[in-house]
């Protein structure tokens, strides 16, 4: 069955039911281990088993820039290098519930000598804090970087599993949620204001030989990158829209997060030559989809419905970019689209999480009771 007859379903579904409660960008790189890991801010070609050159473009109060993150485990450790686009503050968070709430956070800049914090998110947009402010314990056991011309470069090295009830529990073959963000100041009280982003990376196995990786796209991958990004056009439209028919800023950061959606997947149709559909506003390539968006919009009449509907827009996008991932063996077209999929899970958990503030109980329409319950339930 293809992508648009199985959202043709969907919308056919609840529609019967009568109502609608139905510039370089993340590229994976694999390598041989083959160097000794050493802190000292240089990143040797074959010093880690993975890396993802991350990118978020100049937007209103950023400048805009890109950070690549290596890793690489053992049987006990994670050894990561950040490497960004800085002479200030760069961090990294794992496995955030929502936004920045819950993450555990590694901060990390060189003044003089390397500052490398370790730290958790006790809230959706902060702060911070030291772990052993909160009680728990300092968990980087070795670390090193350098800054260079306009860039930093940090290394550290950590246990998969701490012990510490304010570090996540990370291990082999898991794919893991990250956020991350950059700052022109050395203060790590200041706000980022270079960049930031979220994003996938995948641990991989304590390994010295890295499994080959498809380079090349299929007919079915490019008629996937277009559905997809014709998919985050329309998440971003449509909230556009009821942030402005209902005024809720929920929505407004919403807009901000499927824009940037929106740039990764374009960055990557550039990457490989697919051409982007030049489009206004509220309009869609794709037919199917235009009807979705066109429904949920018009049957959005209160501010309930309005957070309805976009939850059960997210349960699309998750249910389609689930099905992309699915159909592709290539590895890097996968790693932008599980990026995708986290931020979707994050959203569809922040409009239920609004709607339950409000004293109103959002079922699932599309996703099957116990995917929805592991999405709205992650720590």
């Known amino acids: 069955m293809m992508r648009d007859e199985i959202v043709l379903l969907i919308m056919v579904l609840f529609l019967f039911s009568g109502c609608i409660q139905p510039e370089e960008q993340p590229a994976v790189t694999e390598s041989v281990v083959s160097e000794e890991w050493r802190p000292d801010g240089v990143v040797g070609v074959n010093e880690y088993s993975h890396s993802l050159k991350l990118y978020s473009p100049a937007r209103q109060g950023y400048t805009g820039g890109t950070l690549t993150v290596s890793w690489k485990i053992d049987d006990e450790h994670l050894y990561m290098a950040l490497n960004g686009s800085t002479r200030g503050w760069l961090a990294i968070g794992f496995e955030p519930s929502e936004w920045m709430k819950d993450a555990d956070m590694v901060l990390a800049f060189v003044s003089g000598s390397v500052r490398v914090l370790d730290e958790y998110s006790i809230g959706n947009y902060g702060p911070h804090i030291d772990d052993t402010m909160l009680g728990g314990t300092y968990d980087i056991l070795e670390h090193g970087g350098r800054s260079y011309g306009a860039h930093t470069v940090v290394e550290f090295r950590r246990k998969l599993e701490t012990g510490d009830r304010f570090d996540k529990v990370l291990r ?5 949620s990250i956020i991350w963000a950059m700052s022109e100041s050395m203060d790590p009280g200041v706000k980022h204001n270079i960049a930031y982003g979220e994003g996938m990376i995948y641990l991989g196995r304590p390994q010295s030989s890295a499994e080959q990786i498809s380079k090349k796209l299929t007919d079915n991958d490019v008629e996937w990158m277009l ?12 909230y556009e829209s009821l942030y402005e028919r209902t005024g809720l800023t929920i929505f407004l950061d919403l807009v901000r997060s499927e824009q940037s959606h929106m740039d990764q997947i374009e960055a990557l ?3 490989y030559g697919v051409e982007t559909p030049a489009l ?6 794709n037919q199917t989809l235009q009807s979705v968006h066109d429904d949920l919009l018009s049957k959005a009449s209160s501010d309930h419905d309005a957070l309805r509907a976009a939850a059960t827009f997210e349960e699309i996008s998750i249910i389609d970019l689930e099905r992309a991932i699915a159909e592709t063996g290539n590895k890097e077209v996968i790693d932008v689209y599980s990026g995708l999929l986290a931020g979707s899970r994050k959203h569809l958990r922040s409009y239920v999480r609004d709607l339950n503030d409000r004293g109103v109980e959002y079922a699932p329409v599309h996703l099957s009771a116990g995917e929805y319950e592991e999405i709205v339930r992650a720590d």
């Open 280 to 285: 206004e506003r509220g309009a869609l390539e």
């Open 269 to 271: 149709m550039d990457r």
């Open 172 to 176: 082999p073959e898991q794919s893991v």
């Open 227 to 238: 559905f997809i990004w014709n998919e985050e056009k329309a998440a971003r439209d449509l």
